[in-house]
């Protein structure tokens, strides 16, 4: 037996290792990614590259767990679609955690708090309060709570609903619509790159941003929970926070 043994050692060292190149290799799947990038600054293209807070943190915890992150560009509503259909792996785009998603993706645990906000014009007096909303035209994206929200708070309301979030805001300049009603840091974006409008003092709603994941991966849930845990730790998050929400913004 003694003639074997150094033999057989070798053989489970070599079996060892092809267990452990194997799963380097699983972990080092590319996590597939979708969102939609009109939405600064939290994710948005420049110059033909995905940019924003939630694909830095994204691409911040693909490095935490050794991953790449494969990203698509897809419109708001077809965000959680693409994760149902296994299409994508998670979907990251200031998406809020709500009861109905989460019946059908699962969520991480909350990165960022955010929720509706108001925007005008500057210059319209006329609209200081949600009251002042009642009956006038409001434009909101389509497939994003601020649909529904408008439609159960401000039943009195037009409600125009448009693809896209640049879309939304530019009706408010033009004078198309009353207000925009998006959320707060899409809009603090807009009011501090762009000018010309104002959001109302009082904030709408009060909700938290998650990933959504596919439901039949708990275990990526729980990495992205984990590494995001890490990057809180290590000063990366409080980073990127300070970076892209300047504190006059908040």
């Known amino acids: 037996m003694a003639v074997f ?3 057989l050692t070798r053989l489970f060292a070599v079996g060892m290792l092809c267990l ?36 830095e943190l994204v ?7 050794n991953r790449p992150v494969a990203w698509t560009n897809v419109d708001f509503k ?16 200031a998406i809020y955690i709500t009861p109905a998603r989460a019946e059908v993706i699962d969520f991480t645990h909350p990165y960022l708090s955010g929720g509706l906000v108001a925007m005008v014009k500057e210059g319209n007096t006329a609209i200081n ?11 909101v994206q389509v ?15 037009q409600v125009v609903e448009v693809e896209k979030n640049q879309q939304m805001f530019s009706l408010v300049d033009i004078g198309r619509v009353d207000a925009a009603v998006t959320g707060k840091p899409a809009a603090f974006q807009y009011a501090r790159t762009k000018g010309g409008v104002r959001i ?9 941003y998650g990933i959504a994941v596919q439901k039949n991966q708990p275990k990526l849930t729980a990495d992205i929970n984990g590494a995001i845990d890490r990057l809180k730790a290590d000063g990366t998050y409080a980073a990127l926070v300070q970076k892209w929400f300047p504190a006059s913004t908040k």
Request: net charge negative; aromatic share 6%; hydrophobic share 40%.
């Open 5 to 7: 043994r150094p033999v």
């Open 20 to 55: 452990s190149v194997t799963s380097f290799a699983q972990d080092a799947t590319p996590i597939k990614a979708v969102t939609d990038a009109t939405f600064p600054p939290m994710e948005y293209m420049d110059n033909g590259k995905f940019a924003g807070f939630d694909i």
């Open 59 to 65: 691409e911040a915890i693909g490095k935490a767990l």
């Open 78 to 93: 077809g965000l959680v679609p693409s994760v149902t259909a296994n299409r994508a792996d998670i979907a990251v785009s």
């Open 129 to 139: 309060t949600l009251d002042d909303l009642k009956g006038k035209k409001i434009s």
């Open 143 to 157: 497939g994003t709570k601020s649909v529904q929200w408008v439609h159960d708070n401000i039943p009195s309301a």
């Open 200 to 208: 109302l003092a009082d904030q709408l709603t009060s909700e938290e």
